[in-house]
């Protein structure tokens, strides 16, 4: 954490001095892999913190504990997923609308981290709407 802009934002406003002193330390966690990234947002999407982990994790876990290649979301059973993964059907249809993006090559992820977050927005629902 960057001392300079905490010290900067406090000394600066105090509701923010209030709440940087209650969050206390904070870490942004960046990876390099994207397609795991869209995963993992989209299982967390509109879940708060622990339900999300525990449901993220049992997502892993259906897969044996990796990070499952597009061909086996698309090939797993929705009843399944519900029931043994607790992932709505929407989420479902979402994962499996990424992984059939990703395996016929409508969408490819290595150029988004170098992208804008605009661009990324652009290339995920231009794939998301062919």
Known sequence: MNTDYIK???STDQHLAEIIKQVGSYSIQKRN???????????????IGKA???????????FDGNIPEPYQILSSSEVELRAKVGISRMKIAYLKDLAA???DGRLTLN???RMTDVDVI??????ASR
């Open 8 to 10: 900067y934002l406090s």
């Open 33 to 47: 892999d994207s397609y795991l990234s869209l995963i993992e947002a989209i299982v967390y999407q509109q879940l």
């Open 52 to 62: 999300a982990s525990t449901i993220y994790n049992k997502f892993l876990k259906y």
């Open 101 to 103: 993006n990703i395996a």
């Open 111 to 113: 150029d988004l981290p």
């Open 122 to 127: 652009t290339q995920l629902t231009r794939a």
